[in-house]
């Protein structure tokens, strides 16, 4: 494999140029062609571990950019240079954009969080966009809010600003707060809130991006320094489009063993209500990724093994390798259906003073949050989304208000039920993705490597 370093020197894809489906070296092109989606996955991955600090193209923010850089390494956390890299904050599992074991300090409230892993992101977008459908449709036709998957967000908390949903009807995933509905919108705020970028998306945006969906609504800008740094471009539109592209198609969890006593748990799991807010059984109506990977322990050769599926299909559209004269051709997700045991419901709840923040945030009470999928829960080493939690029983425990009646149930459980929920959510694990580049995890099933 190149390592990043070189393949940073050759190609800037902080900068790369957005582009088309028909021209050669941009964004799209890579995005879109059948035998180069994988390497814009692959450049979307160097770039979410690429070293901003040494990156004196990236911009500094207005400071001269030795300074940037020094904070960048020393600065407290709370600085808007606290890191360097997207890699800085979601590391683990070690080969994997995954969780931070540190907590952070939020800028403005004081409050502190974990940085979740990347796992599944894709998947999780896709449902919050159809979600959002089906409430629109709902609304529209005067019916209750509920999705195609039955989750009410006319229940609990209701429609209303910080409430269950906002009034736009737009379900938003990402953030514990459930601030944004796109990877791509969160990648940038991101980059500009931890790493000083501003995305020509974002900050060259003329038109704004009032779909939220982290596009700019018309052309950008190009060749404009908002901050003044003396860094116009930080992050072009293709720059962006490559990390979005990988976040969308990172790895949903795998699954570790399924012993009598995991199964159990989950059967008590979901009689005693959990299952009510972290819903198993998401159904996606249309799934946009390249590749479908599911990570499971063969017990039979006791060892991680995984599947791997292609969703791509080869178009012709006619468009010909201008050098070589040869169609290319178009890599067209095939959008099939999928079912995924996410363990959320995509909705925000109200838990009470048990698990609540120091202070509200983003118009949002300081006991709400959207639910955590329990997906890849069994791997993280803290727990709640402030990553208070030493334990997974201590994380349930702390389950107030709208969680009260099943927080009941559970405590009423003799021990060894107890010990079941548990053992079924370590049962939920995360991997390092590295270990399935490089055969670590073997893919013994599916399209063969
Ligand atoms: C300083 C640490 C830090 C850095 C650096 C960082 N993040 Fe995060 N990230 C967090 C924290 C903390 C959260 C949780 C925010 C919340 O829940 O409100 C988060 C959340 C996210 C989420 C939402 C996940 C979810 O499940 O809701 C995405 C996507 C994300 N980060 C992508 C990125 C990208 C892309 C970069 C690099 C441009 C990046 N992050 C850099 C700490 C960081
Ligand atoms: C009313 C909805 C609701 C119910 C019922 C509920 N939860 Fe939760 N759960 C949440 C929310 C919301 C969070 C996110 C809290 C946060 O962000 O800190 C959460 C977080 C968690 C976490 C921490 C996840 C992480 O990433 O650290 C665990 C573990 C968990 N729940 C397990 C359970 C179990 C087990 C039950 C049943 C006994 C249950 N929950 C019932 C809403 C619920």
Redesign the pocket.
Known sequence: MVSAGAVQQQIDLARYPEGDSRTLNTAQYLINRENLTRRAVQFGRLLFHHDFAEDERSGCNGLPCVQRNERARTGPPQSMFEASSCATCHSQPAGSAGFSEARHYTFTSGNTIRGPDMFGLGLIQQLGIEATEDLKAASRAGRPLVTANGVDYGSGLGVGSGRAIETDLVVRPFG?KGVESHLRAFASRAAFNHLGLQAQDRFQCPAGDLDGDGRCDGPVKAGVDPDGDGSADELTQGGLSLLEHYLINYPAPGRGRITEEVREGETV?KA???A???RPGMRIRSDPRIEHLTVFWNEKNARFEAERRRLVRAVDDGYQDPDRMRAVLRAEPKREGLVVDLYSDLKR?D?GPQ?ADRSDEEGVNRSV????P?WG?GS?TA????GSAPT?ED??LR?GG??QS??KR?TALPVAKRRA?TAF?KSLVLFSVDDVLTAKIPITAGDLP
């Open positions: 514990r799991f005693i209500g959990c009510e807010c972290h709840h838990l698990r949050f959207v639910t955590r329990l829960v993280y727990f709640m989304s402030d997974l994380a349930i389950h709208e969680a099943t927080t559970y929920v959510l």
